[in-house]
């Protein structure tokens, strides 16, 4: 999964970097226009990027916990996002019994992630319709521990469950398909990858 993130931020540098390079084009030629043209020209693109400074954030990701969802809400250039994943994961069926650890066979034990919950804080960069945001945050992921008696092909759940915090970080993109909406993809280093919608308060 780690690899999958290392491409896809060269990925979405590259479409920055490009998106950059056209920006700066489309404005050396703005430097043929007149005075007036050249004002009302420079109006519009400042609306564009006022666009969605005051907005609600929604998302729904799937990854290694199985499906999540999320919401926020972005201000200005900064942004508040809370993520839930867990739903619909690969968790094999097992006895809801709990296995002592002393029936525990040999070598049995696996964890599965069947919760996160994240805090996540992002700031957003626009390149006129386009924005590009990254996002640092806290998460918490909870992990169903199974294993199997000796001699047993079924899985029981042991005792504990394990809890894991840590640092996370997202990297992503959307992109204005009106001056109400915006849709874009990101990658959530623990609920994978993510659609997000982008709803602009009046």
Avoid: C
Avoid at 85 to 90: C, I, L, M, R, V
Avoid at 111 to 124: E, K, N, Q, R
Avoid at 157 to 184: C, D, H, K, M
């Amino acid at each position: 999964m780690k690899d999958y993130f290392k491409y896809f931020s060269v990925v979405f540098f590259l479409l920055i970097l490009s998106t950059a390079m056209m920006n700066v084009m489309h404005a050396q030629d703005e430097e043929y226009y007149d005075d007036d043209e050249y004002y009302e020209d420079e109006e519009f693109v400042e609306d564009e990027f006022e666009l969605f400074d005051n907005a609600l954030l929604f998302q729904l990701s799937y990854g290694i916990p199985g499906f999540g969802v999320g919401a926020g809400y972005r201000y200005t250039n900064f942004s508040a996002q809370f993520g839930l994943s867990g739903f619909a994961n690969n968790i094999p069926n097992y006895n809801p019994i709990t296995l002592n650890e002393a029936d525990i066979a040999p070598d049995s034990k696996k964890s599965y992630t069947t919760l996160v919950l994240s805090i996540d804080f992002g700031y957003h960069y626009n390149f006129n319709k386009l924005t590009a945001f990254g996002t640092v945050g806290y998460y918490s992921q909870t992990d169903t521990v199974l294993a199997k008696k000796e001699g047993e092909d079924q899985w029981y759940r042991t005792r504990f469950p394990e809890t894991t915090p840590g640092i996370a970080f997202s990297l992503g993109g959307n992109y204005a398909v009106s001056e109400q909406l915006a849709l874009g993809l990101a990658y959530h280093t623990q609920h994978g990858v993510y659609f997000q919608a982008v709803m602009k308060l009046d």
